[in-house]
């Protein structure tokens, strides 16, 4: 009998299978790196799993047998056969042809086939061209997922995971690390996909926070300090806010800020605090 990874080739060289680039298909063939993500997911009898984007299911085999329970979104339907056909064996696994990002609500899919259980995790090699709205989709929309442990490519992984003062911090780190545990975990080569994508890629961790209300507000007003990357601070905020750069100055130097600093060498605690100044001096 052909291995997974013989059946997946063979289909698409043979051109059995439409690759569709729309859908950023970049099917994952390595045995050795399938099974270092599975294991970075810590998965066991217990675990309850989404899968956005299964794919030929290179992902999807290992998940059925080491958790509880798998809910599948494939937008694909031309891919569906494929994983009805590997997992007909399987009973604790659904399999939704559905585009995730139009999903009405997340949590009451989970309710119907992930018996209502809560701490899911979400485990993707995400579609490249829509990474960001996925994460945003979980962030805004779920209180039943607890971590991610997702692929995307290289430099948004590392976008996501950085520091204040590193090349890639910018608005969307500070806004994915205020809601979550963010961990860069390891590269992944792009020479293990079938089609190979232009560029490397990386898993990431997302834990999420016990969090009070998201507060979208505060995302505004963080796109705004980092809205021109070589200005200061205080020149970002003076060109977005009613507010001179004395009265910004007074303000930084009450927080101990410095007034030359640009936003990407802030903390979240910091941009915070000038935000919570911002509203009590009724600016926002
Ligand atoms: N997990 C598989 C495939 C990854 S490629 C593997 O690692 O081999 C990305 C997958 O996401 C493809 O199967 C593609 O059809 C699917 N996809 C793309 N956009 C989607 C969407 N909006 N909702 C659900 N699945 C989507």
New binding site residues.
């Given amino acids: 009998m052909k291995n997974h990874n013989e059946y997946?080739n063979e289909l698409v060289n043979k051109n059995n299978f439409f690759i569709?680039k729309k859908?950023?298909?970049?099917?994952?063939?390595d045995e050795n790196i399938?099974k270092k993500i599975i294991k970075a997911a810590n998965i066991d009898e217990n675990t309850f799993v989404i899968?956005?984007?299964?794919?030929?299911?290179?992902?999807?085999k290992y998940l059925v047998k080491q958790a509880k329970k798998v809910l599948l979104?494939?937008?694909?339907k031309e891919?569906i056969p494929h994983l009805n056909k590997l997992f007909n064996n399987y009973d604790n696994i659904t399999i939704l042809n559905?585009?995730?990002?139009?999903v009405e609500d997340i949590d009451k899919d989970i309710d119907l086939y992930l018996d209502n259980a809560k701490d899911i995790c979400v485990i993707?090699?995400?579609?490249y061209h829509?990474t960001t709205p996925?994460i945003m989709k979980i962030l805004e929309e779920s209180k039943k997922i607890d971590r991610l442990i997702i692929?995307m490519q290289l430099e948004v992984a590392k976008r996501l995971t950085s520091s204040p003062d590193s090349k890639d911090y910018n608005a969307l780190s500070v806004i994915i690390q205020d809601q979550t545990k963010a961990d860069y975990l390891f590269k992944v080569p792009k020479t293990v996909?079938q089609p190979r994508p232009k560029v490397d890629s990386a898993i990431i961790e997302l834990k999420l926070l016990n969090k009070k209300i998201k507060d979208n507000n505060y995302y505004k007003f963080v796109h705004k300090c980092f809205s021109q990357r070589r200005k200061t601070l205080i020149n970002n905020l003076a060109t977005n806010y009613e507010i001179s750069k004395d009265k910004l100055k007074i303000i930084l130097k009450k927080l101990n800020i410095s007034v030359k600093i640009r936003a990407e060498a802030l903390t979240n605690k910091d941009l915070k605090n000038i935000y919570n100044k911002f509203k009590e001096e009724e600016i926002i």
Avoid: C, H, W
């Avoid at 859908?23 to 063939?29: D, E, K, T, V, W």
């Avoid at 559905?98 to 139009?102: A, E, G, S, T």
């Fill in positions: 997946v569709k859908y950023s298909q970049n099917f994952l063939l399938i899968e956005i984007g299964p794919g030929f299911g290179a992902l999807t979104y494939e937008i694909d891919l559905k585009d995730f990002l139009k993707s090699n995400l579609p829509i996925i692929m996909f």
